[in-house]
Each structure stands twice: as structure tokens, then as C-alpha cells.
């Protein structure tokens, strides 16, 4: 397993990682860096432990509301893909209406 050296919030961390999976760590480390940035500097919580527990609970809660919804869209999606196979229209209009309804909670697909 390969050790990555990363910062968040300005201070060092050594992490494993492992092989083929650097840049996935790498956008991880940004995720938490920036949530944890963006709790501290709205200034009302101090303490780094909190800060991060804040921080992990608000990207969990992002990933549960995304899965919520990415499911909501398979399980709509099916019955209609299944009347409409092979119709290459119908299934780019059901893509881009799934990806209409995942980018409508803040414009971000992750």
C-alpha cells in the first residue's frame, strides 16, 4: 500500500492508499478539506475534532440524499427503459431528465 502525504486544514496526514487509487484520495482530501475550511471560517465552531465531526456528518448527509435520489430515478426509470427499448430518443430523454433531477439540489453531480 502506498503512503500519501495530504494536508487538511493546514496540518499534515500520512494515508495509505492503495495502488491506483491516489487521485480518488487526492479529491477526498479536497472534500473534507473544503467542508472543514468552510465550517471553520464561518467562524462559529473552533475546535478541529468538532469541525471535523461537523464536516464528515454534512458529507455524509450529501451522500445519502444523492443515493436517495439516484435511486428514486433507477427505480422510475426502469419500467419506462423496458417499454422503450430500442428507441434511442425515448432512452437520451430519460437520461437527461435523470440527469436533470441529480443536478437540480445544488448543480453538482458529486
Known sequence: MKQVEVQIMGQ??????????????????????????????AGKVKARDRIAVLASLNLAFDL???????DAASSAAV???????????AQAAQLIQRLDHALAGDGHLL
Not at 419500467?79 to 430518443?89: H, L, M, S
Open 12 to 41: 499534515s496526514y500520512l494515508l495509505g492508499c492503495p495502488e491506483g487509487g491516489e487521485a480518488q484520495l487526492r479529491d477526498a482530501v479536497e472534500r473534507v478539506d473544503s467542508a472543514m475550511c468552510k465550517i471553520r471560517d
Open 64 to 70: 445519502v440524499q444523492r443515493e436517495a435520489a439516484a
Open 79 to 89: 419500467p419506462a427503459a423496458a417499454d422503450a427499448a430500442g428507441d434511442d430518443d
